[in-house]
């Protein structure tokens, strides 16, 4: 009967090695189809970079010309700030002959795959039916792709396989796998070692009948202190190592710059309060981006009220109690976070990826045990004689929803979410290309942003490394903003000769549109800074600047909508 092998299929309490094979495969299956979706769009151009990694990859291509990015300050904060086993990966790598700019588009599938082993196997520790640990790593492998973290390859991304891995070490009380898992996370992504930390406190702590009891065997108290100590001892090194681009930025330092406010380069502050604690960027507690089926593990704490309706319940193992732990440890950091603003990084940052994991793990085993409940109904009434409509539509809605499942990527508007930056200016980062390792390029430009990535040169700004969290850094980030901002914009020469000099400027790139009011108030990182806004309203006056009188003069490449002025035109015609 259809009804019967489907329930065994799905359902089967103790599953046999095929049946475990084959839905471990299945679900490195589809993290591998999501992965072949994204590779695709990373080959799709040769110029192409994911958005976060013109960023955080950018710089390592020093690991094969240590003679690129000379004295860079934007190259050389994002060295300072890269954690070391990210740094190391790429360098070891890079070493074998894979470069970083390749690596960073390889790495996310390897990622993947390791998430879903991981994320599947935990599963299975907490409910030991494979159809659950399918379902659980086919709806986190949405909701990875669906977001660009994973994607990235940056920091952020390393987080998902090595904290999975942590939870599954954790439940089967393994203290290799546990004290290894937390060293990675350290070395990778520090911040996810407090919530692990977290976690194993509260695994000393029980609620039994209204009463905290402790654990008797002893095992569970070396296995906390043996945890703790590594996270001690790998997080002691960022805390005795203080930042040279320090200070963090300050509250109320922040709360005044116009960088952190709703319509700035990095909004923080929202005013709406639901923003903020909920949905703000940075501050608020919920992922963004998450398929819609995951939502069904807020009907898991409901579940588990009716054990008699629900039978699978009674197959659930100790273990599913880490899921309202991991999401008290990471309440207990957010709070924290926001206690100390900034100097534990972003609030968001000890929600979001838990959360994601905590959702897909929590729907898988919903799902199952809803599943179950319909198939053996089915099964009972049809044994019985009984067809009755009712459970025919139950079980045609049970099918349907398992449809909806594994064809959602394809009703989301962008899948996978890559947020790959095209380059569409091949000429231009070939002019680069060919000239002095050692160039610096000033622009305001958004084409500036992939300069450094497709061509290797450093620039003096732009607005995809204008991160305010360090003080020391953005400092000196946004003085040459402003200074930059005055001297395309000034009608006298001189602020750009002043600016040439001191920076040791060789190019100056513009836009075609440069000199038009709306370049400056339709663009979001521009208009933040006064300086621009007092520039767009002389140029509705029409004011021109002097920098656009020795524009054609000085121009050697003028094509795809841009201009590249050589330092030393600029300033002979200052002198003038």
Not at 459 to 477: D, K, N, S, W
């Amino acid at each position: 009967m259809l009804i019967t092998q489907l329930h065994k299929l799905l359902t089967q309490t103790k599953p046999s090695r095929s049946q475990l094979i084959f839905w471990f495969s299945l679900s490195l299956t589809f993290s591998c189809i999501y992965a072949l979706l994204a590779l695709q769009q990373a080959f799709s151009s040769e110029y192409i970079v994911q958005d976060d990694a013109r960023q955080h990859v950018f710089w390592m291509q020093r690991f094969s010309d240590p003679e690129l990015f000379p004295n860079d300050l934007i190259a050389n904060y994002f060295q300072s700030v890269a954690p070391w086993g990210y740094t190391t990966l790429y360098q070891l790598i890079n070493a074998a002959g894979i470069e970083p700019m390749m690596l960073h588009k390889l790495l996310p599938m390897v990622l993947g795959l390791i998430t879903t082993g991981y994320c599947f196997a935990s599963t299975i520790q907490i409910l030991p039916i494979p159809a659950a640990g399918f379902l659980s790593s086919l709806l986190l492998n949405q909701s990875l792709w669906m977001k660009d973290d994973l994607i990235s390859a940056t920091p952020r991304a390393f987080v998902y396989p090595l904290f999975v891995a942590f939870l599954y070490y954790l439940l089967r009380r393994s203290f290799i796998g546990t004290g290894i898992a937390i060293a990675l996370l350290g070395l990778f992504y520090p911040q996810y070692v407090f919530i692990c930390a977290g976690l194993l406190i509260l695994q000393l702590i029980n609620f039994s009948k209204g009463r905290i009891q402790l654990p008797q065997n002893r095992k569970e108290y070396w296995f906390c202190a043996v945890g703790l100590a590594i996270a001690f001892l790998i997080m002691l090194p960022y805390a005795l190592n203080a930042s040279e681009y320090g200070p963090v930025i300050t509250p109320a330092e922040a709360r005044i710059l116009p960088e952190f406010l709703p319509k700035g380069r990095t909004p923080f502050f929202h005013e709406d309060p639901l923003n903020f604690w909920l949905d703000g960027r940075g501050s608020g507690i919920l992922p963004s981006r998450l398929p819609i089926p995951i939502w069904s593990a807020v009907l898991l704490p409901i579940l588990l009220r009716y054990p008699s309706r629900f039978p699978l319940l009674k197959e659930l193992r100790a273990g599913i109690t880490v899921l309202p732990q991991i999401l008290l440890a990471s309440l207990a950091m957010f709070l924290a976070a926001h206690a100390v603003l900034f100097k534990l990084h972003l609030p968001s940052r000890y929600t979001q990826h838990s959360l994601r994991i905590v959702l897909a793990i929590a729907a898988g085993i919903t799902l199952i045990i809803l599943l179950e409940a319909v198939l053996e109904t089915l099964k009972n009434s049809i044994s019985k004689g009984n067809k009755s409509k009712i459970f025919l539509l139950l079980g045609v809605l049970s099918c349907v929803i398992i449809v909806i499942i594994l064809i959602y990527p394809s009703l989301v508007k962008t899948f996978p979410k890559s947020d790959y930056a095209v380059g569409q200016t091949p000429a231009l980062y070939e002019f680069f290309q060919q000239q002095p390792k050692d160039t610096l390029i000033a622009s305001i430009a958004e084409e500036a942003n992939n300069i450094p990535s497709f061509s290797g040169r450093s620039i003096l700004v732009g607005r995809e490394y204008a991160i305010p969290y360090h003080a020391g850094y953005y400092r000196q980030f946004r003085e040459r903003v402003l200074e930059l901002i005055e001297a395309q914009y000034s009608q006298d020469l001189t602020p750009a000769q002043q600016l040439i000099q001191k920076y040791k400027v060789d190019f100056w790139l513009l836009d075609n549109s440069a000199f038009t009011p709306e370049y400056i108030t339709a663009n979001r990182w521009r208009r933040q800074y006064q300086v621009a806004i007092d520039a767009s309203n002389r140029l509705q006056q029409g004011a021109v600047p002097a920098l656009s009188r020795v524009a054609e003069q000085c121009s050697v490449f003028n094509q795809e909508g841009f201009i590249i002025l050589p330092s030393e035109c600029i300033v002979k015609a200052a002198q003038k």
